[in-house]
């Protein structure tokens, strides 16, 4: 069974931006699954350079979108990609730097939380708006 499943109540209801989610849905569950298989490290640190390398492509084209239709709430949103982005950097270079050869179990669940906590509350805020744009 997948770490992460999608399903349709995390749509944003723009192709693209759902493309992305289920991508780095994708790649969690490949960073998990080769954690559980016991993989090395430069596995282990392929994926979590996919995943930060995944996440900045689909912020920046998340932010493109919300200054293509002047979501008012751009900034706030963007300081959470920031944090986001961040706190998955720190977690790579304290993955590299440590004896473990694996991000912890906590560590995946605080990703997936946060994952799935921002699409279903700061995504779904600018779900109207995009609406009123009529972007798809």
Same mark, same amino acid.
């Given at each position: 069974m997948p770490f992460m499943v999608w399903n349709d109540r995390l749509s944003v209801g723009v192709a693209a931006l759902d493309a992305d989610h289920?991508?780095?849905?994708?790649?969690?569950?490949?960073?998990?699954d080769a954690i559980l298989a016991g993989?090395?490290? /430069?596995?282990?640190?392929? $994926?979590? %350079?996919?995943?930060?390398?995944?996440a900045r492509y689909h912020f920046v084209r998340e932010e493109e979108l919300f200054a293509k239709t002047e979501y008012p709430d751009a900034a706030a949103h963007k300081r959470e990609h920031e944090e986001m982005a961040?706190?998955?950097?720190?977690?790579?270079?304290?993955?590299?730097?440590?004896?473990i050869p694996a991000p912890s179990l /906590?560590?995946?669940?605080? $990703?997936? %939380?946060y994952f799935f906590d921002h699409i279903l509350s700061s995504d779904q805020k600018y779900v109207p708006h995009i609406k009123a744009h009529n972007i798809r």
């Open positions: 289920k991508k780095m849905v994708e790649i969690i569950n490949e960073l998990y993989s090395g490290r /430069e596995k282990l640190d392929g $994926l979590l %350079d996919r995943l930060m390398d995944y961040a706190w998955i950097n720190t977690t790579c270079k304290l993955h590299r730097g440590s004896t /906590e560590v995946m669940i605080r $990703l997936k %939380d």
